[in-house]
T-cell receptor, first 116, second 116 residues
Framework: KAGVTQTPRYLIKTRGQQVTLSCSPI?????VSWYQQTPGQGLQFLFE???????NKGNFPGRFSGRQFSNSRSEMNVSTLELGDSALYLC???????????????FGPGTRLTVL | AQKITQTQPGMFVQEKEAVTLDCTYD???????LFWYKQPSSGEMIFLIY??????QNATEGRYSLNFQKARKSANLVISASQLGDSAMYFC?????????????FGAGTRLFVKA
């Protein structure tokens, strides 16, 4: 079974631009979450989607948005990029998002975004 | 507030020896999942082991075992017979929530160096 895939793997943008990152979950997985990883802040939760609905959102400005499609694929968008948005963006999928966090999240390889 | 603490920024271990990576957590939710992930320099987060809050026995996965002490809110990872390929960052994570939304929070990580 194929793992979580993310595209693109690397991206270079300039300040003020916008960017869209894509994530394809493991087949059959319906929950997709996004995380931002930086050396200073570590791994931070961005948002979680299940059945095309955002179920939870972390403490990020409105410039960060996302969506999930009917096939569970997800995209996240960052508008008006800032230098501080440079990070590794990780997507993770899990089967159902069961109560108690009992289903395991599997991560993709990440998209490394550099903002110049 | 939910919190994960990893107090060891870096650890050294001799090849073939066992090593314990510490993790403590804080939550008021009775139902949660605890995870350990390995992140090599490539950036991908690799799932290692899971422990549910209601599990009576400590989880084991090959050379990985989780020393779960619920009363002390600790979930230490034990790697037996360390290998050079175990050199990486290790993250402890806690996932909690319900069908209204899930969130995973991560510790700051421990960088493990395995010496030949």
């Amino acid at each position: 079974k194929a793992g979580v895939t993310q595209t693109p793997r690397y991206l270079i943008k300039t300040r003020g631009q916008q960017v869209t990152l894509s994530c394809s979950p493991i087949s059959g997985h319906r929950s997709v979450s996004w995380y931002q990883q930086t050396p200073g802040q570590g791994l931070q939760f961005l948002f979680e989607y299940f059945s095309e609905t955002q179920r939870n959102k972390g403490n990020f400005p409105g410039r960060f948005s996302g969506r999930q499609f009917s096939n569970s694929r997800s995209e996240m968008n960052v508008s008006t990029l800032e230098l501080g948005d440079s990070a590794l963006y990780l997507c993770a999928s899990s089967l159902m998002g069961l109560a108690g966090g009992t289903d395991t999240q599997y991560f993709g390889p990440g998209t490394r975004l550099t903002v110049l | 507030a939910q919190k994960i603490t990893q107090t060891q920024p870096g650890m050294f271990v001799q090849e073939k020896e066992a090593v314990t990576l510490d993790c403590t957590y804080d939550t008021s939710d009775p139902s949660y999942g605890l995870f350990w992930y390995k992140q090599p320099s490539s950036g991908e987060m690799i799932f290692l082991i899971y422990q549910g809050s209601y599990d009576q026995q400590n989880a084991t996965e090959g050379r990985y075992s989780l020393n779960f002490q619920k009363a002390r809110k600790s979930a230490n990872l034990v790697i037996s017979a360390s290998q050079l390929g175990d050199s990486a960052m290790y993250f402890c994570a806690m996932r909690e929530g319900n069908t209204g939304g899930f969130k995973t929070i991560f510790g700051a990580g421990t960088r493990l160096f395995v010496k030949a």
